[in-house]
T-cell receptor
Framework: EAGVAQSPRYKIIEKRQSVAFWCNPI?????LYWYQQILGQGPKLLIQ????????DSQLPKDRFSAERLKGVDSTLKIQPAKLEDSAVYLC????????????FGEGSRLTVL | KNQVEQSPQSLIILEGKNCTLQ??????????LRWYKQDTGRGPVSLTI?????NTKSNGRYTATLDADTKQSSLHITASQLSDSASYIC???????????FGTGTRLLVSP
């Protein structure tokens, strides 16, 4: 079974530039999460999708971050314009949404903003 | 407030030794608790899921315990190996759509 795929693995940009990350969840997984993980901290939820609908985006900085999950499969997370404090690993995770079900993470996309 | 706290924040042990990591949670209602291992530069990988009725669950050299009364869990690593060097994250879901509350993790370094 293929895992959660993310790209790019690494990205370096200057502040005020834009960047986009892509995630392809495990086939059939209805729930998809984007997390931001700053070095030395636990993951922080940015947005949660159930199929192609948003369940929770309360911690998404909507003035600069956007995310979509067209057709309820893969998803993109965009940052525009980037700030220095956006330097982090952006993790995508998916689950089949069963109670107690397993949550699978991708390898993450490491963003460095200079 | 729904929180997950882990201790210690970091830990260094010699190869072959045992160690125990702690997780205290205040998430309610409680359905299950998960331990993840995150190698540097990688995504978290599940070690175990503990449900309300389970007290102990083992996965190789990893043994997790759960005390739902005191809202505490521990992860015991036996005969540590260099490859155990990683961050260990405790996670408790909240709500029906599996909203997850993450601990800040314990960073373990196994020294030769």
């Amino acid at each position: 079974e293929a895992g959660v795929a993310q790209s790019p693995r690494y990205k370096i940009i200057e502040k005020r530039q834009s960047v986009a990350f892509w995630c392809n969840p495990i086939s059939g997984h209805a729930t998809l999460y984007w997390y931001q993980q700053i070095l030395g901290q636990g993951p922080k939820l940015l947005i949660q999708f159930q199929n192609n609908g948003v369940v929770d985006d309360s911690q998404l900085p909507k003035d600069r971050f956007s995310a979509e999950r067209l057709k309820g499969v893969d998803s993109t997370l965009k940052i525009q314009p980037a700030k220095l404090e956006d330097s982090a690993v952006y993790l995508c995770a998916s689950t089949a949404s069963r109670v107690g079900g397993e949550l699978f993470f991708g390898e993450g996309s490491r963003l460095t903003v200079l | 407030k729904n929180q997950v706290e882990q201790s210690p924040q970091s830990l260094i042990i010699l190869e072959g030794k045992n160690c125990t990591l702690q997780c205290n949670y205040t998430v309610s209602p409680f359905s299950n608790l998960r331990w993840y291992k995150q190698d540097t530069g990688r995504g978290p990988v599940s070690l175990t899921i503990m449900t309300f009725s389970e007290n102990t669950k083992s996965n190789g050299r990893y043994t997790a315990t759960l005390d739902a009364d005191t809202k505490q869990s521990s992860l015991h690593i036996t005969a540590s190996q260099l490859s155990d060097s990683a961050s260990y994250i405790c996670v408790v879901p909240l709500g029906g759509f599996q909203k997850l509350v993450f601990g800040t993790g314990t960073r373990l370094l196994v020294s030769p």
